[in-house]
């Protein structure tokens, strides 16, 4: 019987551990994120639904990596973007929150020539893979020496 039990531990505590994923997040320096991707999702950041999730509550860079993640993207046509932060939000479902529930942020977003300004939703609780929202485009870096490579685990 102890065997059977062992097993059955053993079993679940790999389970658990094969379902892990590692979101690898470069930076372009301290305060900008490396982005490589624009989504295909029409409410993919623009919607409370569909946040972008930059993670880094847990130690503290959860308000730099929503910072991070802005100064990552670019106007429409490579215009640099200016944001602010509108407040927090909109209650979601986290593993990371207070009691398993999270706050968004909303930050407005516009650049040179817009006629508007855009809503940004932001989950600094939980990690997702980072992508520009539809609309933006991604800030142009130049090619140089090493970037500093973040392992965050959802």
Same mark, same amino acid.
């Given at each position: 019987?102890?065997?059977?039990?062992?097993? #059955? *531990?053993?079993?679940?505590?790999?389970?658990?551990? $094969?379902?892990?994923?590692?979101?690898?997040?470069?930076?372009?320096?301290?305060?900008?994120?490396?982005?490589?991707? *624009?989504?295909?999702?029409?409410?993919?950041?623009?919607? /409370?639904?569909?946040?972008?999730?930059?993670?880094?509550?847990?130690?503290?860079? &959860?308000?730099?990596?929503?910072?991070?993640?802005?100064? $990552?993207?670019?106007?429409?046509?490579? /215009?640099?973007?200016?944001?602010?932060? $509108?407040?927090?939000?909109?209650?979601?479902?986290?593993?990371? &929150?207070?009691?398993?529930?999270?706050?968004?942020?909303?930050?407005?977003?516009?650049?040179? #020539?817009?006629?508007?300004?855009?809503? *940004?939703?932001?989950?600094?609780?939980?990690?997702?893979?980072?992508?520009?929202?539809?609309?933006?485009?991604?800030?142009?870096?130049?090619?140089? &020496?090493?970037?500093?490579?973040?392992?965050?685990?959802?």
């Amino acid at each position: 019987m102890k065997k059977l039990v062992y097993i #059955g *531990i053993t079993f679940a505590l790999i389970a658990c551990s $094969a379902t892990k994923k590692t979101v690898k997040t470069q930076l372009i320096d301290q305060q900008t994120f490396l982005l490589t991707e *624009i989504s295909t999702n029409p409410s993919y950041g623009l919607s /409370e639904k569909n946040p972008v999730e930059v993670g880094g509550v847990e130690n503290r860079e &959860g308000p730099i990596n929503e910072r991070r993640y802005l100064n $990552a993207l670019a106007g429409p046509n490579g /215009e640099k973007v200016t944001y602010y932060r $509108a407040g927090s939000c909109c209650p979601v479902k986290s593993k990371n &929150g207070f009691r398993g529930i999270a706050l968004l942020d909303n930050y407005r977003v516009t650049w040179e #020539g817009s006629k508007d300004t855009v809503s *940004i939703y932001i989950n600094m609780y939980d990690y997702g893979v980072l992508k520009a929202p539809v609309g933006f485009t991604i800030k142009k870096v130049a090619s140089s &020496g090493s970037n500093v490579l973040l392992a965050n685990e959802l």
